[in-house]
């Protein structure tokens, strides 16, 4: 009994034994390994095939020329004062004074370099004071030739009543149509004092004739009769003659008895 049990130990020993060799052998057999994944395609290239070549070339398609374009038109762009064409010349204002009728004057010199011929110019006024000429006369827009050097007197076109009152005039220029320098001599101001309300003078005109001094006497009178012309006799008795001369003779006629 001893005997059976220990061969079945034994052989139940064995068994496990033996399969674990058989694994190990398994393992290592050559054709027992996994397969391997298969290397992969290079990539596919496509390659262009030429296209034959024309025997004969395709002449080039001719274009119509396009016209050319258009041109703006010209626009007249206003002129600014830096681009004012003209002379350059600097004009003083060197007076103020009244011409006929209480006309408000004004003296301008032109101190060169250039000559002004039909230079226009801005005239601006403004009088204090008492009166319808009082207030803001202007910008007014003059011309003016003169030479370099040369003066000129203008007349502004306003009159002063300074019949209410003194006035005092402001007046300044300005260069339009020409190029000034010198703004520093371009204003003056000055006081009219006021003037009384003339009085009407009439004029008495007198002739004096000559005078004719003559002694006249009456030394006769004639046809003294009922329905008779009378006449009467009159003698000069000097100093003048008398020549183209009238006079009267007053008669009293009393009625025969």
């Given at each position: 009994m001893n005997a059976k049990n220990s061969r079945q130990k034994?052989?139940?020993?064995?068994?496990?034994?033996?399969?674990?060799?058989?694994?190990?052998?398994?393992?290592?057999?050559?054709?027992?390994?996994?397969?391997?994944?298969?290397?992969?395609?290079?990539?596919?290239?496509?390659?262009?095939?030429?296209?034959?070549?024309?025997?004969?070339?395709?002449?080039?398609?001719?274009?119509?020329?396009?016209?050319?374009?258009?041109?703006p038109p010209p626009t007249d762009t206003p002129l600014t004062p830096s681009e004012t064409p003209g002379p350059s010349a600097d004009l003083a204002l060197t007076a103020l004074q009244l011409g006929p009728g209480n006309a408000l004057q004004f003296?301008?010199?032109?101190?060169?370099?250039?000559?002004?011929?039909?230079?226009?110019?801005?005239?601006?006024?403004?009088?204090?004071?008492?009166?319808?000429?009082?207030?803001?006369?202007?910008p007014s827009r003059m011309w003016v030739a003169v030479k370099s050097?040369?003066?000129?007197?203008?007349?502004?076109?306003?009159?002063?009543?300074?019949?209410?009152?003194?006035?005092?005039?402001?007046a300044s220029i300005t260069a339009d149509t020409f190029a000034d320098?010198?703004?520093?001599?371009?204003?003056?101001?000055?006081?009219?004092?006021?003037?009384?309300?003339?009085?009407?003078?009439?004029?008495?005109?007198?002739?004096?004739?000559?005078?004719?001094i003559a002694d006249v006497q009456i030394v006769g009178l004639y046809n003294l009769g009922l329905g008779k012309t009378m006449n009467v006799h009159i003698r000069n008795n000097g100093a003048s003659d008398l020549a183209n001369v009238s006079g009267s003779v007053a008669c009293y006629v009393n009625s025969q008895p």
């Open positions: 034994r052989n139940a020993l064995l068994l496990p034994a033996g399969l674990l060799l058989l694994a190990v052998m398994a393992c290592n057999l050559p054709g027992a390994s996994p397969p391997q994944a298969p290397p992969p395609l290079p990539p596919t290239i496509t390659l262009a095939v030429p296209a034959a070549a024309s025997a004969t070339p395709a002449p080039p398609v001719a274009s119509t020329p396009s016209a050319p374009p258009a041109e003296r301008l010199k032109n101190n060169g370099p250039d000559r002004l011929d039909k230079a226009y110019f801005l005239l601006r006024l403004e009088i204090t004071g008492s009166g319808p000429s009082a207030g803001t006369h202007g050097g040369g003066s000129v007197t203008l007349d502004s076109g306003v009159k002063l009543d300074l019949y209410q009152g003194p006035l005092t005039v402001s320098g010198n703004a520093g001599n371009n204003s003056l101001k000055k006081t009219f004092p006021a003037q009384v309300t003339p009085t009407p003078t009439w004029a008495i005109i007198v002739t004096i004739l000559p005078l004719t």
